[in-house]
Structures are given as C-alpha cells and as structure tokens.
Nanobody
Framework: QVHLVESGGGQVQFGGSLRLSCTAS????????MAWYRQAPGKECELVAA????????RYADSVKDRFTISRDNAKKTVYLQMNSLKPDDTAVYYC???????????????????WGHGTQVTVSS
C-alpha cells in the first residue's frame, strides 16, 4: 500500500521561505517521478513542480520558476519543495504526488493509478 506523508507547511509572511517534505512508503521510490501540486480555495488543482526518478530532470510552473526548487533524496524516499520569496498567491494546500503525471488532475484523490498525500496547508500573509 502506497503512503505519501507531507510535512513542512505553515504560515509565513510575504517574502518568507518554507520547505515541504514528502516521505513515501510502499513504492520503489527511484522508479517514480514525483511532483508537487497545489489547490487554492475555488481554484483548480495545478502542478507546481515535478522531478524524474533519479532527479536529473525537473519541471516548474511559470509562476514559481526561480523561486521554488524541487529535489529528492532517494535513500530517504523523500521529495522536497524549497519555497522562497513566497507571495500571498502561493497560499494553497500543497499535495505530494507519486508517478507523475497523474491520470486525473484531482488533487488528493487517491485511485488505483494515482497516489497522493493528504496535503499540507501553506498560508502566506501580506
């Protein structure tokens, strides 16, 4: 059974930083591309960043390029999202996702083919 557990969310002021972590179990971690998604109230689930199994390839949403960095430690089965220069528009629930890309773009909805964490809240105040 696949489990993804996120941590590191919280409240921060404009311009601040946070680092999210997601630790996986139940999968052969190095074979899974991983991703971070987010969903703000009233908005669609959106891709934030993704990383290949060995970490050699990354992809970012335009809105977070040059501010966020995705990385992974395969020995610890953990993927990270370093978030700098945070803005109020970054406020959302952030979800870890295994086996990117998902079959369905529904943040946090686990299925037989899509593996999601429960999400962690990030709130940026102005």
């Amino acid at each position: 059974q696949v489990h993804l557990v996120e941590s590191g969310g919280g409240q921060v002021q404009f311009g601040g930083s946070l680092r999210l972590s997601c630790t996986a179990s139940g999968i052969t971690f190095t074979t899974y591309p991983m991703a971070w998604y987010r969903q703000a109230p009233g908005k669609e689930c959106e891709l934030v960043a993704a990383i290949s199994g060995l970490g050699e390839l990354t992809r970012y949403a335009d809105s977070v390029k040059d501010r966020f960095t995705i990385s992974r430690d395969n020995a610890k089965k953990t993927v990270y999202l370093q978030m700098n220069s945070l803005k109020p528009d970054d406020t959302a629930v952030y979800y870890c996702m295994a086996d990117f890309p998902p079959a369905s773009n529904d943040c946090g909805v686990v299925s037989s083919v899509d593996y999601w964490g429960h999400g962690t809240q990030v709130t940026v105040s102005s």
